[in-house]
């Protein structure tokens, strides 16, 4: 008989599947393969040549397939490719078909003109995504679907990056949002990520059909598919074959492409496939038992004294730390000896968590210990800390840095790995000089390395263990966790061991946070005294690639993952008054509390409350940027430039003709957050009427979300879209966007250009939105340090409306002024702004950014945080004229980065001002401003501050920049 | 805070050797040996393992593009290889002078240096006046033969592209390709470089006389950001990927760039309504070199190759597509080379480009939907570069598009 095989090799499992002479199905298999790839498929090749003894056509396809297909010589199809076989055969009325896969997404447009796309280098909406989601709810992916049907509501999840997804979720589940609910979110997340991200503007309509694992197991994922896209049974298509389908298509590719093998022919080909040496690998972690031993030996040294609850007497120390997953609980006696301790999850309650320890620890103690101080440090510091009457709360970093400092009194370096954050502290004369975190693009942590565990079938120690005395490590790169996933499937693929692979993934984590986080040149860097802690280095195959990457030893304390709430036990102790505050035994018996959350109304960044009634009728609210929604008073709240500069752009549009030319939309956006009023007077004098678009909400970006087309943009750029969308639903006859290589010169730098993307938005914008045409979108290419030539050029596009020259010559001169007016007015702003602060001895942030820094959106409501924690908020633009620029290390071109370079250099003279540098995800030109500012602060004894924003933000983490900046001040 | 750098002066040029990285292979081999002939000891770096990937992620900002982590990776790499002698070695980086990023990696490789080697020198090798050292200017006669360098090299490069996917005899192209790499070396050094009718009539019938079958592989563009297009060690040897799965590269030339660099002056004058000395140079050295071009065009055509672009084409297929004062990075080029290349029957295109590069966002992904409605056959597969996008990941897309070639062809 004969016989055509399609095998899919994808990046966790097999599948096979057989055709009879006459194309017929009569045989199909899936198993997972645990990276054992090539036994695997041998497996199910036996098996099959067992059951039908005969001649085969075969053909290989799926990611992981292709190096096994050349290595073999066996033929290969591609994946998408395959499954558009299969469609033909198998579903020949198919408009359009949705593949998931794991770490693939594709859509297929089969009717109306064919096309093709998959995800590009993100992997937001994939398998490995809601993987990554489910391991975060600490449920496997099975319990995520099962709890996403119980659903009742739906949250807005970043979908784009499991990083991003995870800021936006971990609140929801602190504020008590349900399992049930979040989960649907995620899944909704990734029907987002696909419809907008992946079809970009195409419309998935007609039948369609659903394909790949996550499409087919989970129920939750295939109904918000069919809601979202308003598809009915009949439309929306699942089929049986679905795990199976690519295979399917590999079978029709090999019955029409495949020679005739016998079952030795392929079998030997599988097994001499000669694997490609692509596998780059490094030296063992440990290359005897003896010298682990002695590694172990070194690392116990750096233990804490411990002491007997149950039979010591006295004073004792409390120590919390809040995490927010976790929850870290130390009680120390008088001489500093460990009493207890305790570490749990906390479920997003820490609350519940900390006053049932207490209950229990108030017993052990009984008359015998008195805790006379405490302090509390986290995400949960505040709640606690009025919860519980807490006597003292602290910034983490302060509480891990006092904890360090016992451990190794010259510490000049910390770094704690957790599951899911990384943090680092350098420390400079005894005080934290520079904080970083992770980022999205710099992930990798403990987390990571349990997902890997799990996904290759090991509980996570044995897997971990397994790196220590690996052969030959494989490089795995440090990009995002991804990345290395590919990474991983290329090891495998050529043949890497286990062993080898979490020696690897071991390595990665640390090289991630060394060259990612902390960006470190070299080792030397980092200092000479290092503090490791956090949970992910218990881990000893992570702490030895440490030393290792470093070529040093460092200090791992034996309480690596409680430093936080030892620190706080530590500062208590030290600040103690002899009392303490937290709440007592009798306190405790009737203490409870209600919870409720709000949506603060006070203003558009719409914070969400999070509202706690004790039973003795105090409140806390948390969850609030600034003190408004506290019930402050607006003259209580500290003033800030942002607010005058928004409503300088926004309230003040002049339009004074009473029969207009024609009304004109100018999109608040990039550029015309510094242009605006320039744009405004210009077409007022035309005699045109000024519409500008709404202020931006997350919405406005969903709204136009369809249209854009490169994922990896800035967040700033993608708002663009959405405020095009909206000044057309306005009614403007047209919108006004010009294209401006050049911004004005505002001397001294080498060049005045504007950013690739601030520069030419609009050309993309008129590229990718249907929408616009020639009539409704007026882009002319214009510089302005040529008011002559701008003229002439308005006159040129506006000919239509009637516009000539000479009118035009005349607007523009009266624009320029009004630009000129608003730049002033900014100075004058921030002068007042200065004398305020120093009247009152407060000291002042310079936030430093963009003019679009200014767009609620992008900026997150960060300087009223800034403004809660006492500083007078003013901008790079209100000081920027105060200075000359400085001599710089690299060339200075761009208009509004030169103003950044101008700040910094006024910040570094001045005692009383920090600036905080605002940088935009995915902006390539901040990786160079960055640096400089810095060097300018730093050359100066100043801490520089930088928070990275998004389309989602981490509240929590800059509040913990901005508060140990505040710490490091004072 | 400027710190003092090391600058080359004139007593290096015989004490120093200069390295330079290897963007063009072929184009870079004889720049090279004209600058040697011009009395500098340079010398084409090409250490291409993991550890100029690790150099990089260490020395430069990982969020900056993966052409300036691959540049100064490899400097780093060589200068810590022990090859070198290290206060006799000066490195060599390009310098575009636009509003794009790259005009900033010379002084991200000084970063790179301060610590370990402040006494290296860079040199910064720019046509636009951004920054001079004593010791390295471009007499007339090295810019003639840098010029004939980039004539040859994009001769060669369209040849050799023409002719290996079809030689019956495998290894001929390349042996060809290592002959006239030699005669126009021996002929830098000997004299003779600059007869290009000559030169041009043996590069020419050379690779006519290789041995080829039938031309009817399917073509693929490859276009992009000018250091991953070209460079193999950046884009994993994309050509080389494309010929074994039985495809035929094409590459546009460098001269294009270099035109491109050169109409942007002249364009911004027309865009903003000015002119000066820059604008009236420009405009006539642009005269000039597109005539010596074409020339070269049509000698190409009579041998039955396809011949190279015509820059006139590619700035009208621009002003269809996007607006030529788009001038950032590769800017409106890439946007025309995809519109020529789908328009002269190569459909099928690889779009190079570093992840998140900045002007490709517009360029090149911003506009690719513009081209397909222009040519609705192009099949456009837009591919990511940095340190850790693996293989697998772009082979897989690169495969899919291929898969769309075949079916296409069905059709």
């Known amino acids: 008989m004969k016989y055509s095989i399609g095998v899919d090799v994808g990046s966790t499992t097999v599948k096979s599947v057989v055709l009879s002479e006459d194309y017929e199905i009569i045989y199909s298999v899936y198993t997972r393969h645990f990276s054992k790839v090539r036994e695997a498929v041998l497996e199910q090749l036996k098996k099959i040549f067992e059951k039908y003894e005969g001649e085969y056509k075969i053909s290989i396809t799926g990611s992981a397939g292709l190096g096994l297909s050349s290595a073999s010589e066996l033929p290969f199809v591609q994946e998408v490719y395959s499954a558009s076989l299969a469609i033909k055969n198998l579903y020949p009325d198919a408009d359009c078909a949705v593949e998931l896969g794991g770490e693939d997404a594709k859509i297929l447009f089969l009717t109306g003109g064919t096309e093709q796309r998959m995800n590009g280098s993100c992997a937001g909406g994939t398998g490995a995504f809601i993987d990554q989601m489910a391991t975060l709810l600490k449920v496997s992916g099975d319990e995520l679907d099962w709890l996403a049907l119980k659903a009742e509501k739906k949250y807005p999840i970043a979908s784009r990056c499991g990083v991003f997804a995870k800021s936006d979720i971990q609140p929801l589940l602190n504020q008590g949002a349900s399992l049930p609910d979040v989960s649907a979110s995620i899944f909704q997340a990734v029907v987002d990520q696909t419809v907008a991200g992946l079809a970009q503007g195409r419309k998935i309509e007609g039948k369609v059909l659903f394909l790949g694992g996550p499409l087919h197991f989970y129920k939750a994922l295939q109904n918000a598919f069919k809601e979202t896209l308003q598809l009915d049974d009949e439309h929306a298509v699942f089929p049986e074959l679905a795990p199976c389908f690519m295979a399917y298509g590999s079978a029709v590719y090999a019955s029409k492409n495949s020679d005739f093998y016998s079952h030795e022919e392929i079998i030997n080909k599988i097994e001499n496939a000669k694997q490609a040496s692509g596998v780059i690998s490094f030296n063992p972690l440990f290359d005897t038992e003896d010298e682990y031993e002695a590694f172990l030996e070194r690392h116990s040294k750096a233990d804490v004294e411990r002491a007997d609850i149950a039979s010591y007497e006295g004073n004792a120390y409390l120590g919390v730390d809040a995490g927010s997953t976790t929850t870290k609980i130390v009680l120390l006696s008088e001489d500093r000896k460990l009493l207890f301790s305790h570490y749990t999850e906390n479920s997003g309650k820490p609350l519940d968590v900390v006053s049932l320890k207490l209950r229990e620890l108030y017993d052990i103690m009984g008359d015998r210990i008195k805790i006379v101080a405490s302090a509390v440090t986290g995400y949960g510091e505040e709640l606690l800390k009025s919860g519980l009457k807490i006597d003292f709360g602290i910034v983490e970093t302060v509480a891990h840095f006092t904890a360090a400092l016992s451990f190794c009194p010259d510490v000049d370096f910390i770094i704690d790995i957790g599951g899911q954050d990384i943090k680092c502290f350098k420390i400079k004369n005894k005080a934290i000089d520079n904080i970083m975190l992770n980022e999205a693009c710099s992930s990798g942590c403990g987390s990571f390395i349990q997902t890997f565990a799990n996904a290759l079938g090991y509980p996570v120690d044995k897997f971990s263990k397994l790196g220590l005395f690996a052969k030959n490590p494989v490089e795995l790169g440090s990009r995002c966790t991804v990345f290395m996933n590919s990474a991983v499937k290329q090891a495998q693929k050529d043949g890497a061991s286990i062993e080898d692979i979490s020696a690897g993934i071991s390595s990665s984590v640390v090289k991630n946070a060394i060259y990612k986080v902390i960006r470190a040149k070299s080792p030397d860097e980092l200092g000479k005294h290092i503090v490791v802690q956090g949970g992910t280095f218990l881990n000893d195959a992570v702490l030895r690639s440490f030393e290792r990457e470093l070529g040093i030893n460092v200090i791992r304390p034996s309480i690596s993952g409680l430093m936080g709430a030892y620190g706080a036990a530590l500062y208590a102790m030290k600040k103690s008054k002899g009392v303490s505050t937290l709440i007592t035994k009798q306190e405790l018996e009737d203490f409870s509390y209600k919870s409720a959350t709000v949506t603060c109304k006070g203003c558009t960044a719409h914070c969400s409350l999070n509202v706690l009634t004790f039973a003795d009728g105090r409140r806390l609210v948390s969850g609030n940027r600034c003190e408004k929604g506290l019930g402050k008073k607006e003259s209580e709240i500290l003033p800030d430039i942002f607010a005058f500069k928004y409503s300088y752009l926004t309230d003040n549009i002049i339009n004074t003709n009473e029969n207009p030319r024609a009304t004109v939309g100018l999109p608040l956006c990039l550029g015309y957050y510094d242009q605006m009023p320039m744009w405004n007077v210009i077409f007022n004098e035309l005699g045109f009427k000024t519409v500008i678009s709404d202020m931006s909400t997350r919405k406005t970006f969903v709204y136009g979300q369809h249209t854009i087309p490169s994922d990896t943009v800035c967040y700033p750029a993608k708002l663009a879209h959405g405020h095009i969308l909206n000044l057309l639903d306005k009614g403007v006859d047209f919108v006004f966007y010009p294209c401006e290589s050049y911004n004005i010169d505002e001397g001294d730098s080498d060049n005045h250009y504007n950013c690739p993307v601030v520069a030419y938005y609009p050309e993309l914008l008129k590229a990718n939105m249907s929408v616009l045409n020639e009539d409704n979108f007026i882009y002319p290419y214009i510089d302005l340090n040529r008011p002559d030539n701008v003229s002439s050029l308005l006159a040129i596009s506006l000919a239509k409306y009637g516009v000539t020259l000479k009118e035009a010559k005349r607007a523009v001169a009266k624009g320029y002024e009004a630009l000129e007016k608003y730049h002033k007015a900014i100075e004058e702003n921030g002068k007042e702004l200065i004398e305020y602060a120093r009247e009152r001895n407060l000291p002042i942030a310079v936030l430093a950014g963009r003019p679009y820094h200014l767009d609620p959106e992008i900026n997150h409501g960060v300087q009223k945080l800034i403004s809660a924690l006492g500083m007078v908020t003013i901008s790079e633009d209100a000081i920027s004229n105060l200075t000359k620029p400085p001599k710089l290390n690299v060339l200075n071109q761009w208009t509004f980065h030169s103003r950044m370079y101008r700040a910094a250099a006024y910040v570094a003279e001045q005692k009383d001002m920090h600036l905080v540098q605002l940088v935009s995800f995915g902006c390539g030109i901040d990786a160079i401003t960055t640096d400089e500012i810095r060097d300018i602060l730093e050359k100066n004894g100043k801490i520089y501050t930088q928070l990275k924003i998004d389309e989602i933000s981490n509240l929590g983490a800059i509040k913990i920049r901005l508060r140990s900046l505040l710490a490091a001040i004072e | ?411």
Not at chain 2, 20 to 41: E, F, Q, S, T, W
């Open chain 2, 1 to 411: 805070m400027e710190k003092q750098h090391a600058k080359f002066t004139k007593e290096m040029r015989s004490t120093h050797k200069i390295l330079i990285p290897d963007m063009l292979p072929i184009h870079l081999k004889l720049l090279a040996a004209v600058m040697r002939k011009n009395g500098y000891n340079v010398e084409l770096l090409q250490n291409s393992s993991r550890a100029v990937i690790d150099e990089g992620l260490k020395n430069v900002h990982n969020d900056t593009c993966y052409p300036a982590l691959l540049v100064i990776g490899q400097f780093m790499d060589a200068l810590k290889s022990g090859n070198y002698d290290l206060d006799k070695t000066a490195l060599m980086i390009t310098q575009t002078g636009g509003g794009c990023r790259a005009s900033n990696y010379i002084h991200l490789l000084r970063k790179a240096l301060e610590a370990e080697y402040p006494q290296i020198p860079v040199i910064s090798f720019n046509f636009s006046n951004t920054e001079s050292s004593d010791g390295f200017k471009f007499t007339l006669s090295m810019v003639f033969g840098m010029l004939n360098a980039v004539f040859y090299g994009d001769l060669m490069m369209a040849l050799y592209n023409q002719c290996k996917p079809y030689e019956k005899n495998e290894g001929e192209s390349d042996k060809v390709l290592d002959d006239c790499q030699a005669m126009l070396a021996d002929k830098i050094v000997n004299g003779g470089f600059g007869k290009r009718n000559k030169n041009y009539k043996y590069i020419l019938n050379a690779f006519s006389k290789i041995e080829r079958t039938e031309r009817n592989k399917p073509r693929v563009g490859i276009v992009g950001e000018i250091y991953v297009k070209y460079s193999p060690l950046a884009n994993n040897n994309l050509e080389k990927f494309l010929l074994k799965e039985g495809c035929e590269p094409v590459v546009p030339g460098l001269m294009d760039y270099l035109l491109y660099c050169i109409i942007n002056n002249v364009n911004d004058g027309k865009l903003y309504g000015f002119k000066n000395k820059m604008t009236r140079l420009s405009a006539i050295l642009y005269k000039i070199l597109i005539k010596m071009y074409r020339k070269l065009v049509k000698r190409v055509e009579q041998y039955g190759f396809n011949g190279m672009h015509d820059f006139e084409e590619l700035r009208k297929e621009a002003d269809e597509l996007i607006n030529q004062g788009v001038k950032m990075g590769e800017g409106w080029l890439i946007t025309a080379e995809m519109g020529c290349l789908a328009s002269s029957g190569t459909e099928n295109i690889v779009c190079t480009q570093p992840f998140g590069c900045l002007p490709n966002h517009i360029v090149a992904k911003g506009m690719s939907r513009r081209v397909k409605e222009k040519y609705p056959d192009a099949n456009i597969v837009a591919i990511d570069y940095d340190p850790s996008a693996t293989n697998v990941n772009q082979e897989n897309r690169l495969k899919l598009m291929i898969a769309n070639i075949k079916d296409n062809a069905k059709l």
